[in-house]
């Protein structure tokens, strides 16, 4: 796959997510450096990290990384959304039970998501070229994740291939797509990935718009042009042109992808109840609600004040998955108590990756099923699979 100057010229008019991956439109470092670009200013680090707080944490990496390379995590517009994500986890105070007669040795954070047990109801979200947070990209993330125990959901724009991404997981794991104009293209990956040991489609609908932050573009998109999508590479075996990405998007796209890969389909990033209702009729094996971290359009709904509306538009037919703002165990408890499967971790993993590689993510994990233990204990609830509304003081 070759990003040309037209295709460059094309996603920045038309402000797709891919402009995130282009080659750098001005330099932020070392062009001809003797350090490999995909390096030059990614993390290296392998270690475990004393993990107090994911803000700690998200100072650990933006030390760690050039401001470009941390600029490439930031929110879209204003932070407006992805301010939001934090703070409207205030509106759902928890209403704790005591004399419960729970102890630690009760507590059980085990669940299970579209058959597949997990040892806590976290996953890693799909995010895109891991190689601007750490020199080992996806491969070092998918790692970590494996280590922890927990399901990688494989990004459509990481650098690593889906062949090698999945090899170095010894966890469950999914496909995401960014759906392409070319619909053989699709095919292709989708089939791709069941033979690569996937288990489900995560399809993408929310990133059709700009997907890099203010700060990213003021400092010219710093992208090192090595930095590819991995699944197109035709140095590895790949084919198309990712940064022709489908914009129509339509319900019709589920049944498409069903039918392609033989795999359940999972829809990310839907929140209108009327859209969740088509996306079960079109069927979908799963919804995931989240605002893509407030990533893509600002001025949409903090996610977990969507997150309600949309359980109950599911009405227990299918799996939730929520995501965009998960940075406490008592956010994860939250979720789950609106009535969430499971949660998937965004920003703190790359953070984790950045700090401590494999051995970070993993960490990352260790760290908020602490909190999220402890917050079950405190609140009187044996099982994650145990939290309802009514652990909630106001739904
Ligand atoms: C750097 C970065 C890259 C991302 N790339 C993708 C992607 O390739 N595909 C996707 O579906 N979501 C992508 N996302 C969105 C995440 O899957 C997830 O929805 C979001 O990170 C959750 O918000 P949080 O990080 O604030 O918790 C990306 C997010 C970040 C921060």
Known sequence: MNATRRDVMKLIGAGALGSAMLPRVAAAQGAGAAVPAAAAGASNAERDLTIVNFDMLEEEARGLLTPGRFAFMGPAGDGWTYRENRRAFGDYPIMPRRLQGISDAAIDVRTQLLGQGLPFPMITAPMGAHGMIHA?????TSRGTGAAGTLYVSSGASNATMEDIAKATSGPKWFQIYMNRDMEINRWLVQRARAAGYTAIVLTADALGPGQSDEFIRLGRPFPPNLRPGNHD??????????????????????????????????????????????????????????????????????????????????????????????????????????????????????????????????????????????????????????????????
């Open 136 to 140: 080992g990209g996806e491969v070092v």
């Open 234 to 395: 035709p140095a590895r075996g790949g084919r198309g042109n990712f940064f022709e990405l489908k914009r129509d998007l339509s319900f019709g796209d589920i049944g498409f992808l069903r039918e392609a890969s033989g795999l359940p389909v999972v829809v990310k990033g839907v929140v209108h109840p009327q859209d969740i209702r088509q996306c079960h009729a079109a069927g979908a094996s799963a919804i995931w609600v989240s605002n893509h971290g407030g990533r893509q359009m600002d001025g949409v709904p903090g996610a977990i004040s969507t997150l309600r509306d949309a359980v109950d538009a599911v009405a227990g037919r299918v799996p939730v998955v929520f995501d965009s703002g998960i940075r406490r165990g008592i956010d994860v408890f939250k979720a789950l108590a609106l009535g969430a499967n499971a949660v998937a971790l965004g920003r703190p993993v790359l953070w984790g990756l950045a700090a401590g590689g494999a051995g970070g993510v993993k960490n990352v994990y260790a760290h908020l099923t602490g909190e999220l233990r402890t917050a079950l204990l405190l609140s009187g609830v044996a099982k994650v699979t145990d939290l309802r509304r009514e652990h909630l003081a106001r739904i």
